[in-house]
T-cell receptor, first 112, second 114 residues
Framework: KAGVTQTPRYLIKTRGQQVTLSCSPI?????VSWYQQTPGQGLQFLFE???????NKGNFPGRFSGRQFSNSRSEMNVSTLELGDSALYLC???????????FGEGSWLTVV | ELKVEQNPLFLSMQEGKNYTIYCNYS?????LYWYRQDPGKSLESLFV?????AVKQEGRLMASLDTKARLSTLHITAAVHDLSATYFC??????????????FGSGTQLTVLP
């Protein structure tokens, strides 16, 4: 059974650019959530999607956005990148009635 | 605002010894997760604790939950080097239905010394 798949795994962007990260959840999982991990702030919740609807959003500026498609795949976008956006971005998926939340390998973003 | 505090943040222990990591949280929740993270890697699910008094064990790790005290513990028995990693607890801030929003502790960086 395939796990949560994130692409790209590593990327380098320049300040001011935008980036799109992709996440394919485990088959059958309709809830997809995104987290940012940095050494200074730790793991922080970005947003959660279910059936193409954003159900929850963390305390991040509007530059961070996301969406979910009908096949449950999700993308997150960060516009006008800042140096502080350099982080590991983790996608997680779970079943509607399930308890375990599974994380992907993450996308390492470096902003220079 | 939900706060999740782990301690200790750093833990060096000798192989064969026992130790406990503590996770305190500030508001009512019915789901608590423990994850392991190796350097440069993602989060590996260890345990999901769903009710007061829940206890789960896997190998040398045992997790428990006391919802009244808002406390979870991760106990390590007879540590081995392979357990060296960072361990996170996370509390699920259920806002509606089956929504998920995890709030993580700062993590405990465990180093098991020979």
């Amino acid at each position: 059974k395939a796990g949560v798949t994130q692409t790209p795994r590593y990327l380098i962007k320049t300040r001011g650019q935008q980036v799109t990260l992709s996440c394919s959840p485990i088959s059958g999982h309709r809830s997809v959530s995104w987290y940012q991990q940095t050494p200074g702030q730790g793991l922080q919740f970005l947003f959660e999607y279910f059936s193409e609807t954003q159900r929850n959003k963390g305390n991040f500026p509007g530059r961070f956005s996301g969406r979910q498609f009908s096949n449950s795949r999700s993308e997150m976008n960060v516009s006008t990148l800042e140096l502080g956006d350099s982080a590991l971005y983790l996608c997680a998926s779970g079943r509607t009635s399930g308890n375990t939340i599974y994380f992907g390998e993450g996308s390492w973003l470096t902003v220079v | 605002e939900l706060k999740v505090e782990q301690n200790p943040l750093f833990l060096s222990m000798q192989e064969g010894k026992n130790y406990t990591i503590y996770c305190n949280y500030s508001t009512t929740s019915d789901r608590l997760y423990w994850y392991r993270q190796d350097p440069g890697k993602s989060l590996e699910s260890l345990f999901v604790l769903l009710s007061n008094g829940a206890v789960k064990q896997e190998g040398r790790l045992m997790a428990s939950l006391d919802t009244k005290a808002r406390l979870s513990t991760l106990h390590i028995t007879a540590a081995v080097h392979d357990l060296s990693a960072t361990y996170f607890c996370a509390v699920d801030l259920i806002s509606s239905g089956s929504a998920r929003q995890l709030t993580f502790g700062s993590g405990t960086q465990l180093t098991v010394l020979p």
